[in-house]
């Protein structure tokens, strides 16, 4: 271990000495005869979180990638894209894997939440992460020997898990992988949940759903399909047979309409279901759908697909409210679906005829709801009928608990009450999570939750206190200026994002062929090269990060003014970001012990103090070869090793 002169500026050793009235910092504090010194108290803890949030404050750079904080699974982004962009697709495929399970299922029906965060979207487009672990998973289902996570020792414990969807398939995986026994228990005939039954094949092949599901077997998982709660089994069985409960029974059940006659209309969900056994349900040429979600836009273009002709979408909010992802919006309407907003259902009756007539409503945009968007309001006497062979409701999905009310379970308006942060409800042994808890949300969200109940299930085995996954402290630079932008693209290359490729419309409306038919291997290494590298390459072993983690500071106490982004690329080995450097003087005296080059040194006074290079020398006259311990002292990222940085994308 390097030992370097006491440097007391950053008061995070302060120690409480018998004594004396002030605290005083342990790195610069002789210890004498007798002295008793506590280390540990409520005082010394509260001065070192001060400090640490002093720290923190001006600490300029992204712990991790945006991209990452955005990912509810917590994917490692920049870790697979940097390989894809090596042109090494089957260890992306691996990174992918491990830390998303279903990464080629989610790479064609993720909503993309990582992609709003990336940089590249304050000058342009940005990365396209959904099709990039969509081609490495894809790569990998086709290669002749898939990838399986490594699994720890069998414990002997069995997990039940209820609903084979994305949460309960997530927790499968990451139970198996730390040695628990999974059984997942389904009332449908196959696995897969809304995943199989709720999404069309142009969107999502089964062929790939079966194959990641496979994965999971190899894994050790064991089926049992066609088994309900409440009717072949409860939960009091589950409980007795098993060490613990996984309840992810999801949202499978309809809103309806809220009108009169709302029983005339087809439960969305139940038109893709059948649809997904392979039935052609006869629906007519004039469709109406009305909602403004996916399952809304995938019922219009399954519609198209088995022959209606005329297909409509009605919608009580604007197209800007839609929750839906506008691109597919747009798909439909390519496809020939006609999207009508600010309508609303009023009344649904049978003509004599046999057709349906449907009563609207115009609406307008009004005031803000409890969702944040804007509420649809009547506009008075502007009613009118529209006539339908089919009326199909696709507003809203619900839990159906009413297998769980026989049971102690402690239930929401939504579904299963359970304790966000761990998944555990009021029941001992019992976790619950995705949809179940939440009511009907994205599928990335239940396979996050589903990696969620598998750590807190695993603390639950092994007698440990149930506390799920706290992440560390993660500072975030947050939206740069205009110059820290310039300074942040300057040597960026300025490429467009690859576009996916698509089967032609005329090729497509009449069958449920996949409509986006993904990346080349050489599209992909290219798009990777589009990423910015943003996360810090010492996230995972900065000292800053870890006490801040410890001791639970808050980056945003102390929020304001913040020193300028700035990256020093001129070293061939390292980078070096002066934003977060905490002056602690360890990479000056390095430099002056090993006596080679300009050496380093703290200049400026206040808050314009830095560490740089002598005499406006350059990092390669101040470190010729002394990068590596550069980087090996500094406990923040301020110096790293380029190899650690995913950084290729910057040209010197």
């Given amino acids: ?38 280390t540990n108290s409520d005082e010394v803890r509260y001065s070192r979180k001060t400090a640490l949030e002093l720290l923190l404050s001006d600490h300029v750079g992204d712990c991790i990638g945006p991209c990452r904080t955005g990912c509810p699974a917590t994917l490692d982004i920049p870790g697979f894209v940097t390989c894809i962009a090596d042109g090494d697709i089957q260890r992306a495929a691996e990174i992918a894997t491990d830390y998303l399970t279903l990464p080629a299922s989610l790479g064609r029906i993720c909503p993309r939440l990582c992609e709003q965060r990336c940089h590249r979207c304050e000058t342009g487009e940005p990365l396209s992460v959904r099709n990039l672990h969509r081609l490495a998973g894809d790569t990998d289902l086709k290669s002749d020997s898939r990838y399986v996570p490594r699994k720890e020792m069998d414990t002997g414990k069995k997990v039940a898990i209820v609903g084979t969807g994305p949460a309960g398939l997530s927790a499968a995986h990451h139970l198996l992988r730390r040695g628990h026994r999974a059984t997942l228990f389904d009332s449908r005939p196959m696995p897969g949940g809304m995943l ?200 809203g999905q619900s839990v159906e608990s009413g297998s769980m009310q026989a049971s102690d379970l402690s239930l929401t308006r939504w579904g299963i009450e359970a304790n966000l942060a761990t998944l555990a409800t009021n029941i001992e042994g019992v976790f619950a999570g995705g949809d179940a808890v939440t009511g009907a949300d994205l599928a990335i969200r239940a396979v996050a939750a589903g990696k969620l109940a598998a750590v807190s299930i695993d603390q639950y085995l092994n007698g440990r206190p149930v506390q799920g996954d706290p992440d560390m402290i993660t500072v975030l ?39 986006e038919t993904g990346f080349s291997k050489d599209m992909a290494v290219l798009e990777a090269g589009r990423c910015l590298g943003c996360g810090c390459g010492k996230a995972d072993t900065c000292a800053l990060r870890q006490y801040a983690t410890e001791y639970g500071a808050d980056p945003l106490r102390f929020s304001g003014a913040r020193r300028s982004f700035h990256r020093d690329l001129s070293h061939p080995e390292i980078i070096y970001e002066p934003g977060k450097c905490i002056l602690c003087g360890a990479c000056v005296t390095a430099a002056a012990e090993a006596g080679r080059g300009l050496g380093l040194a703290i200049v400026g006074r206040g808050f314009e103090a830095s560490v740089a290079v002598p005499l406006k020398g350059t990092m390669v006259e101040a470190l010729p070869d002394l990068a590596e311990k550069a980087a090996e002292v500094c406990p923040t990222g301020a110096f790293s090793l380029r190899s650690a940085c995913h950084c290729k994308v910057f040209k010197d």
């Fill in 196 to 395: 199989r039954w709720a999404i069309p094949e142009f969107r999502l092949p089964r062929e790939v759903l079966e194959q990641e599901i496979d994965t999971i077997r190899k894994l050790g998982a064991r089926f049992n399909l066609n088994t309900k709660l409440g009717g072949d089994l409860s939960l009091d069985d589950l409980r007795r047979d098993y060490n613990a409960v996984f309840l992810a029974i999801g949202a499978q059940g309809s809103k309806s309409l809220g009108c009169p006659g709302e029983d005339l209309a087809e439960p969305a969900l139940e038109f893709l279901g059948k649809v997904a056994e392979g039935l052609s349900p006869e629906i007519g040429n004039d469709i109406l759908i009305l909602g403004g979600g996916n399952t809304a836009m995938d019922t219009s273009r399954t519609a198209v697909r088995i022959g209606a002709r005329n297909v409509r979408v009605l919608y009580r909010r604007s197209r800007r409210e839609m929750p839906c992802l506008m691109s597919e919006v747009e798909a439909a309407e390519e496809e020939g679906v006609i999207l009508e907003t600010l309508v609303a259902p009023i009344e649904l009756v049978r003509g004599k005829n046999g057709r349906l007539l449907l009563t609207c409503q115009r609406m307008e945009l009004g005031q803000p709801d409890a969702s944040g968007r804007a509420r649809p309001v009547p506009i008075p006497d502007s009613e009118f009928t529209l006539e339908a062979d089919t009326v199909i409701a696709a507003i």
């Fill in 477 to 515: 630079m947050g939206r740069m200026s205009e110059d820290e932008l310039a300074e942040f693209f300057r040597n960026i290359e300025a490429a467009p994002r690859a576009p996916m490729p698509e089967i032609p419309v005329e090729e497509r409306v009449n069958n449920f062929r996949e409509v």
């Fill in 1 to 38: 271990m390097d030992n370097y002169l006491p440097s007391a500026s950053c008061f995070l050793c302060a120690v409480k000495i018998e004594g004396r009235e002030n605290l005083a910092p342990s790195c610069a504090t002789p210890a004498a005869e007798g002295m008793v010194v506590h």
